[in-house]
Nanobody, 121 residues
Framework: QVQLVESGGGFVQAGGSLRLSCVAS????????MGWYRQAPGKQRELVAQ????????TYGESVKGRFTISRDTAKNTVYLQMTSLTPEDTAVYYC??????????????WGQGTQVTVSS
C-alpha cells in the first residue's frame, strides 16, 4: 500500500515562510495527482493545492492563491508546498494526498498523517 509522510511543519511568525514536503513510498503503480489539504480546529477540511502530473495543471484554494506554491519532484515521488506571507488563519494540520485512480474532484486515495503548522501573530 502507498504511504505518504509529511514533514516541514512547525511554529512560525506571521509573515514568515515554511516549506512542507511529502514523500510517497510503498507499492506505487501510478500517481495521477498529488496535493495538500488542511483542517483547522472547528473548521471544514479544505483543498490547499493540487498538482496533476500528466498535464502539470495546478489548482489552488482561493485563500492561498498568490502566497503558496506547489511543486513536484517526480523522481523522488515528492510533492512540496512553499508557503509565504503566512497568517494565523493558515494555522492548521496540513495533509498530503495522492490520487491514484479516483477523479480529481474526489477525496485522495491515500492520505498522509498530517503535519501541524502554527502561525503566531
Amino acid at each position: 500500500q502507498v504511504q505518504l509522510v509529511e514533514s516541514g511543519g512547525g511554529f512560525v511568525q506571521a509573515g514568515g515562510s515554511l516549506r512542507l514536503s511529502c514523500v510517497a513510498s510503498g507499492t506505487i503503480f501510478e500517481i495521477l495527482a498529488m496535493g495538500w489539504y488542511r483542517q483547522a480546529p472547528g473548521k471544514q477540511r479544505e483543498l490547499v493545492a493540487q498538482y496533476i502530473d500528466m498535464s502539470g495543471r495546478i489548482t489552488y484554494g482561493e485563500s492561498v492563491k498568490g502566497r503558496f506554491t506547489i511543486s513536484r519532484d517526480t523522481a523522488k515521488n515528492t510533492v512540496y508546498l512553499q508557503m509565504t506571507s503566512l497568517t494565523p488563519e493558515d494555522t492548521a494540520v496540513y495533509y498530503c494526498g495522492e490520487w491514484a485512480y479516483s477523479d480529481y474532484d474526489l477525496d485522495p486515495d491515500y492520505w498522509g498523517q498530517g503535519t501541524q503548522v502554527t502561525v503566531s501573530s
